[in-house]
């Protein structure tokens, strides 16, 4: 199993950046999938979700109309669409793949810093 993440960077506030999580070595379309954050000397957070089918989408409120959650079965990839980013955005970037009670499987993580 592998989830890898790209498309993290530096970039400055009100700038925008998009997160991909590639993934393999298991059935793709038949798991929710997540983005987690977790800023320095905090806890890691859920930021996005959607359903194995992408139908349903849930935010934390501290992103909720800034980013979107979106996903390519035909790709196995999961996206983080982050517009209007701030410096509290700043974390390291971790996608999920989780079903039933399979999993959870964890990406590496990818750098995203929002700084001027």
């Known amino acids: 199993v592998q989830l890898v993440e790209s498309g993290g960077g530096l970039v400055q506030p009100g700038e925008s950046l998009r997160l991909s999580c590639a993934s393999s070595?298991?059935?793709?379309?038949?798991?929710?999938m997540r983005w987690y954050r977790q800023a320095p000397g905090k806890e890691r957070e859920l930021v996005a979700s959607i359903s194995s089918t992408g139908g349903t989408t849930n935010y934390a409120n501290s992103v909720k109309g800034r980013f979107t959650i979106s996903r390519d079965n035909g790709k196995n990839t999961v996206y983080l669409q982050m517009n209007s980013l701030k410096p509290e955005d700043t974390a390291v970037y971790y996608c999920?793949?989780?079903?039933?009670?399979?999993?959870?499987?964890w990406g590496q993580g990818t750098q995203v810093t929002v700084s001027s």
């Open positions: 070595g298991f059935t793709f379309s038949a798991y929710v």
């Open positions: 999920l793949g989780a079903s039933g009670s399979k999993g959870p499987y």
